[in-house]
Nanobody
């Protein structure tokens, strides 16, 4: 299983970015998908997660109301729409796939930099 994250970049505070994570697995629709981030000098932290059919979604308190996680099972892709970005959102963002066997797969990360 391979995960390919993209969509990061440099954006001004208040701006928006949309991250994508393409998963090379025929069983994508059985995975819980999540996004995590790691800022310089800090531990990796949870951002958002979405269940297999999208019926259950959770967010970290720090991004609620600004970020939206979604998925398209026909395209094997998960998304993270990030609005009203803040400098403290600057981090490398990683997508994560959790299988029904409780195995984690991680993408390579995409860098998001928010300037003030």
């Amino acid at each position: 299983v391979q995960l390919q994250a993209s969509g990061g970049g440099l954006v001004q505070a208040g701006g928006s970015l949309r991250l994508s994570c393409i998963v090379s697995a025929r069983t994508f629709r059985s995975y819980v998908m999540g996004w995590f981030r790691q800022a310089p000098g800090k531990e990796r932290e949870f951002v958002a997660a979405i269940s297999q059919r999208g019926g259950a979604i959770s967010y970290a308190d720090s991004v609620k109301g600004r970020f939206t996680i979604s998925r398209d099972n026909a395209k094997n892709t998960a998304y993270l729409q990030m609005n009203s970005l803040k400098p403290e959102d600057t981090a490398v963002y990683y997508c994560n796939a959790l299988t029904t066997s409780w195995i984690d797969y991680w993408g390579q990360g995409t860098l998001v930099t928010v300037s003030s």
